[in-house]
């Protein structure tokens, strides 16, 4: 079954401590995988999709085939990236287009 | 402005009385879906659909319906809500192409007393 794992419902880390929000997926092929945050009383919007391959606000996300792991990581925490953080697989385009969402880790950066 | 937009935010209902979310995007998406977000269960997903009169289950379509008779408008349909079915609602969009981001509206918070 496709499912997508986060780990922790929350991570509390100080300001300027690495962070690693963990996600772990389950399928069998190759997804697009994805993240996502929402800010206090904002949408949810993309942060990163691992396709592009960019680092957005310092995040960054590699694509672990063999772990099936997608962890997303920034090496200095800021008191802004306080947010909700969802993790979403969506299989490649081939006649179903779901997406899956994990259950979210809440990060909490202290000053 | 390129944009979901969701209505009502907030809405307050009794079991069994029909209610109507409706959502609308402006940037000519093919795919929409719903969403229901629940402390400790994440983003659910409701229904999708692919492109007009195209639509599918999600993981969680018990209690729901959705039409898609304009590619702009994709509402959700409560034929006889439960309280079971108080929760934060999003709708979201996208290109139908791979890799392509979800764009989410502002959400609405139901409740069924």
């Known amino acids: 079954a496709q499912r997508v794992t986060q780990p922790e419902k929350l991570l509390s880390v100080f300001k300027g401590a690495p962070v690693e929000l963990k996600c772990n997926y389950s399928?069998?092929?190759?997804?697009?995988l994805f993240w996502y945050v929402q800010y206090s009383r904002q949408r949810l919007q993309l942060l990163l999709r691992?396709?592009s391959r960019e680092s957005i606000k310092g995040f960054t996300a590699d694509l672990n085939k063999g772990e099936t792991s997608f962890h997303l990581k920034k090496p200095f925490a800021q008191e802004e990236d306080s947010a909700m953080y969802y993790c979403?697989?969506?299989?490649?385009?081939?006649?179903?287009?779901?997406?899956?969402f994990g259950t979210g880790t809440r990060l909490k950066v202290l000053a | 402005e390129a944009q979901v937009t969701q209505n009502p935010r907030y809405l307050i209902t009794v079991t069994g009385k029909k209610l109507t979310v409706t959502c609308s995007q402006n940037?000519?998406?093919?795919?929409m879906s719903w969403y229901r977000q629940d402390p400790g269960l994440g983003l659910r997903q409701i229904y999708y659909?692919?492109?007009?009169?195209?639509?599918d289950k999600g993981d969680v379509p018990e209690g729901y319906k959705v039409s898609r008779k304009e590619k702009r408008n994709f509402p959700l349909i409560l034929e006889s809500p439960s309280p079971n079915q108080t929760s934060l609602y999003f709708c979201?969009?996208?290109?139908?192409?791979?890799?392509?981001?979800?764009?989410f509206g502002s959400g609405t918070q139901l409740s069924v007393l």
């Open positions: 979201a969009s996208s290109l139908v192409r791979g890799n392509e981001k979800l764009f």
């Open positions: 399928y069998s092929g190759s997804p697009e």
């Open positions: 691992h396709i």
């Open positions: 979403a697989l969506s299989p490649p385009t081939s006649g179903t287009y779901k997406y899956i």
């Open positions: 940037m000519n998406h093919e795919y």
């Open positions: 659909s692919m492109n007009v009169e195209v639509t």
